[in-house]
């Protein structure tokens, strides 16, 4: 090996008449420039810096060699390099520059001809410990590393130590350290990527001494082992960690007979040249491979086992159950289409890990979980985690240990929940318009016995001031606000499904050209209107004027919503049509039951409803206008009257092929109305004025201001009346007083006895006494509840005229019947 410098050639000293001419030369310049600065100090500088470059010179010359005349030849690096030679150990020489001189072919071979020392492959550490290392050779003549240990996990013993005439070398000696086999395995890193390969086809690994001690495992070793793919098992006895049956089966002692058995297969580690070099007989070590029954190693295995496999992931993939498998290490093999709905991947495919399905918060737990399955006895459980699709409904997720699949390691399982949730948040959106709408009626049915009250009052007071009077205006306006109200109540009760109908059978496009000159009016010409019927429409049982305030409320807010974006324009198109029984068994709804159903369509152009409105689209209040431009109430009060009417109604958005929203769509669906309408006894409305024969009355009602209004308001209008202040009152003066009442108007909810069993009561001594109830709720869920046969109804809030009017009707009516009876 050639060295790396070639010092050899000819090194003589410079003549003695060389130096003198040069000395001479720096004296006449040191004249010269004290003549010319006037200044000793900087031609004496001068002198100094020359001397230094002469002496220099003559050093440098000395360290290349010492003259011929001293008898000791150039160095001959290549004789150096034959002396070093030697095998076993790495042999390098260096100058004070760190520059590698020569170095013999062990250490070429081991480190190569860039690599020289200090900077050997030893990582950062390890590059430090031997500048260090060199720092102290040159300043103490030789260092020392008992064990450093390279890159590519090589020990070594390293020595450097300084030479040369002027000490101006290092010499630097590198010898392997002999090692245990099982750290000489190199590509068979146990702890790297190698274990864990042969772990997921469910071979775990271990290196052992032959007297059994552990020197390596895997991490899937340690963790079925010891329940931890960390924990540290060398040093300890391999055997202890084995349990066998009485059938010679091999398990992890950890797992017992509820793991599966383990077929041992035990591979010698015999490397001659450093059995030879390095270790003795008793150093010998065996790679120990545990092997899962039901994993094959070989062509056999690739053959009917892959088969088997596919044949399972065919059968998993027809089940109506979402599953889906994963390897060792947690990676999605396989998933179903079941499995790929229930996580809102459909078309997607699977991502890499389990965890990218759930939440940041739930990763930990299911990543842990999927380890714990996957490693260790076929054991099964389930966790609960939050998709990342629907972070607000927990699932739960079913995991269970597989074995004897191949790869396949944990199965999943996950039901498709997602019309159970769709169920689920529509029985609960019913569940609390109920509540609300209790709440609704219970308010109305209060506030109402205050607004007769005060409607009562002002009527009161109108009638003893005229037109121009001073107070008559502020009157009006008092009477006027309390009928604003009053409307306010009556569209509570109507989403409370508790307001009075008046249903007729009706057809719908009757209705539609009653409403649509008003309709038009409101759009205003920027906006079109557009109407289509059906042919054989069914007719209908409905309110006809509540009908018509559900179409305008509908009108109103898709009006609304095309002006807020801005230009204006827009359309609204109002259609009806025919839907059958078997058109409705189609739909799949699991809302709308089989029946024929007229449909009312009322849709705009006003760009849709956001996702996030929608479920709250008619809860009462609920408005997304700005604060004063709407009550919240328009929506709430059109789903009430269409569920008293026994229809249903439905918002959605319409698209276009890009899947952008671009109005809003209301279905309204009637049943179709089959057999005619109960006739009524007709009732003949007259006013209190026709009625001359006066009679006494019975007034029941538990509220004070009413009960005085409805006082005053009988006894202008000529009657007789006896006030009592609870049912139990009023009976008394039935069954205890002297006076024949020739009617009985009574309030229905009261505390104690309420208006219906008192009623009763009364009835039970006189069948024909006339009864008339006054309430908040509606006439028809009164009738149902009371079962009260020939009673009559007024709704509060009244006025003073209408109930002196509605007293007089009822009289009327009884004494008609009372003479056709006679």
């Known amino acids: ?289 545990l092997i899962d029954s039901g994993v094959g190693i070989g062509s056999g295995w690739d053959g009917a086992s892959q088969a088997g496999v596919a044949q ?193 059978i009706i057809q719908l496009p009757d209705v539609v050209s009653e409403v649509s000159p008003l309709i038009k009016r409101l759009l205003g010409e920027k906006i079109t209107y557009y109407v289509q019927h059906d042919r054989n429409l069914g007719p209908v049982r409905a309110d006809p004027q509540q009908l018509e305030q559900v179409i305008m409320n509908l009108a109103v807010n898709a009006r609304d919503a095309i002006q807020s974006r801005g230009s204006g324009q827009g359309r609204i198109s109002l259609y009806t049509r025919t839907l059958q029984a078997k058109q409705v068994i189609q739909l799949g709804s699991e809302v709308l039951p089989a029946a024929d159903y007229t449909v009312l369509i009322v849709q705009d152009t006003g760009g849709g409803i956001p996702p996030h409105v929608l479920p709250k689209l008619f809860e009462p209040f609920f408005t997304t206008k700005e604060q004063g431009k709407g009550t919240g109430l328009g929506l709430s009060t059109a789903y009430g009257i269409v569920k008293q009417s026994g229809g249903f109604i439905f918002a959605d958005n319409i698209t276009d092929k890009a899947g952008h929203p671009t109005g809003a769509r209301f279905t309204v669906y009637f049943p179709v109305h089959r057999g005619e309408m109960p006739k009524k006894r007709p009732v003949q409305e007259l006013v209190s004025s026709d009625w001359s024969a006066g009679g006494k009355v019975l007034l029941v009602e538990d509220e004070d201001m009413v009960r005085i209004v409805a006082e005053r308001a009988l006894a202008r209008a000529g009657y007789d009346v006896t006030a009592c202040a609870n049912g139990e009152e009023g009976l008394a003066a039935i069954t205890e007083g002297t006076a024949k009442f020739d009617i009985v108007v009574s309030d229905v909810v009261m505390p104690g006895m309420d208006g219906p069993a008192m009623v009763r009561a009364i009835r039970a001594k006189l069948p024909e006494m006339p009864v008339l109830f006054m309430s908040g709720y509606a006439e028809e869920q009164l009738r149902r509840d009371i079962d009260i046969p020939d009673m009559h109804f007024i709704a509060k809030p009244f006025s003073v005229a209408s109930i002196g009017d509605k007293v007089g009707a009822v009289l009327r009516e009884a004494r008609a019947v009372q003479a056709t009876g006679a």
Not at 174 to 203: E, H, N, T, V
Not at 463 to 486: E, K
Request: glycine share 10%; charged share 20%; net charge negative.
């Open 1 to 289: 090996m050639p060295a790396a410098n070639d010092a050899s050639g000819p090194n003589d000293a410079p003549p003695a008449k060389l130096l003198l001419a040069l000395g001479g030369a720096v004296v006449a310049s040191a004249a010269v420039l004290f003549f010319a600065t006037g200044s000793g100090i900087v031609a004496l500088a001068f002198v100094l810096a020359a001397g230094v470059m002469l002496g220099g010179v003559v050093l440098l010359d000395r360290m290349r060699g010492a003259p011929a005349s001293e008898g000791i030849g150039a160095p001959d690096w290549s004789v150096t390099v034959a002396a070093i030679e030697r095998a076993g150990e790495a042999i390098a020489i260096t100058d004070r520059a760190n520059r590698m001189v020569c170095a013999n072919m062990f250490f070429l071979d081991s480190f190569g001809a860039n690599a020289a020392p200090p900077a050997l492959p030893f990582g950062r550490v390890g590059q430090e410990a031997v500048t260090l290392l060199a720092r102290n050779a040159w300043r103490d003549g030789s260092a020392s590393i008992e064990t450093l240990e390279a890159l590519d996990e090589t020990r070594w013993q390293i020595e450097a130590t300084r030479a040369g005439r002027g000490d101006d070398h290092l010499i630097w000696r590198l010898r392997p350290i002999a090692r245990a086999r099982a750290d000489s395995l190199g590509p068979l890193d146990l702890a790297g990527p190698f274990g864990k390969m042969l772990s997921r086809a469910g071979i775990e690994t271990a290196i052992t001494t032959a007297d059994g001690v552990i020197r390596s495992v895997s991490s899937g070793f340690a963790e079925r082992a010891a329940g931890d793919d960390r924990a540290t098992l060398v040093g300890q006895d391999f055997v202890s960690f084995l349990r066998s049956d009485e059938r010679d089966r091999i398990f992890f002692a950890r797992e017992g007979r509820g793991g599966t058995p383990q077929t041992l297969v035990d591979i010698p580690l015999v490397d001659p040249e450093e059995r030879v070099t390095a270790a003795g007989p008793d150093e010998a070590t065996s790679l120990m491979l």
């Open 312 to 504: 399972l992931d065919a059968l998993l993939a027809q089940l109506p159950l979402g599953l889906a498998m994963t390897d060792r290490d947690g990676r999605f093999l396989f998933g179903n289409e079941a499995f790929l709905r229930s996580v809102a991947r459909e078309g997607r495919g699977l991502p890499q890990f389990p965890t990218d399905l759930v939440v940041r918060e739930d990763k930990a737990a299911l990543s842990d979980a999927v380890r714990r399955h996957g490693r260790g006895p076929a054991t099964s459980g389930d966790v609960t985690v939050r998709l990342v699709g629907s972070p607000e409904e927990p699932v739960s997720l079913g995991l269970a240990g597989v074995r004897g699949l191949g790869e396949a390691a944990v199965l999943l399982s996950l039901a498709d929940t997602s019309q159970e949730n769709q169920l689920r948040r529509q029985v609960a959106q019913a569940t609390k318009m109920q509540a609300v709408g209790q709440l609704a009626g219970g308010v109305a049915h209060d506030f109402n016995n205050v607004l007769t009250a005060i409607i009562g009052t002002c009527d009161l007071m109108l009638l003893r001031h005229i037109p121009g009077d001073s107070d008559y205006d502020d009157i009006q306006q008092i009477r006027a606000n309390s009928n604003r109200a009053a409307a306010l109540t009556r569209q509570l009760l109507a989403f409370s499904r508790q307001q009075t109908l008046r249903p007729e």
